[in-house]
């Protein structure tokens, strides 16, 4: 049996070029693009998504794999995969930045750990808060919408050549400033109420000289601290809920799609 070399060329198109994409994607992606994630085990999982998915994807409307316009097309499905996933990167990284700014009023930036995905030192509290988003992440089938998202940009955004236009990535760098503002809105009440117990040893340091505050303080503020985080943890998947929505807007924004 023989094939003709158009339709070689169209087959590995079909299937090397939405690899680039998927691939892209889960290297980077909350959850599974983690270094905790071995490689191979991330290129084995994208390989199996390209060949589950390869016959419900539209016929890749470039097949020029051995010429230069071809790296030009392989940058273009990174850039879409990468800027999906990346975006439920900052979705994640919302609540690290809340707990480090937590834990850096409270005291508690003292206990630090070793972030295994990101492979840096972070306080305590912003590790417990990575841990419980990503497992609100995984409850709210993240990693199914993300996989929803990718294929649906097969449709919205064919391999054909053409680029992303540039307000689709001002819509990244816009949502990085969102992030950082949403962080500081997750720890306004905790640090309000770190404000008032400062506030009060304060007048308490004024009016009885001879106490040590620094003796004193310092422990009750690391109780303070843990006490205040107890009792806002509730809010938690609220802030999360409202998150995820923004973070689900920004990908029907980017790959073009309703919400």
Known sequence: MEFPIATIMQWLSDLLLPLVRISSMIMVMAGLGAQTVPTRIKLALSVVITFAVMPALPKA???????????????????????????????????????????????????????????????????????LATLLFFVFNGHLMMLHMIIFSFDTFPINGQWWVVDNYWQIINWGGWMFSTALALSLAPLTAMLVINISFGVMTRAAPQMNIFSVGFAFTLVAGLTIIWATLGNFVVQFEFQWLKMTELMCNLIGCTV
């Not at 392989?74 to 930045?97: K, P, R």
């Not at 480090?100 to 750990?113: D, E, K, P, R």
């Open 61 to 131: 409307q470039f097949v020029e794999l051995f010429s230069f316009t071809m790296l030009y097309v392989v940058i273009q499905q990174m850039i879409i995969g990468i800027a999906i996933g990346f975006a439920s990167l900052l979705l994640l990284n919302t609540f690290i930045i809340a707990g480090q700014i937590l834990a850096m009023q409270t005291g508690l930036g003292f206990a630090s750990v070793v972030d295994p995905a990101n492979g840096l030192s972070v306080p305590a509290v912003g590790q417990f808060y990575l841990i």
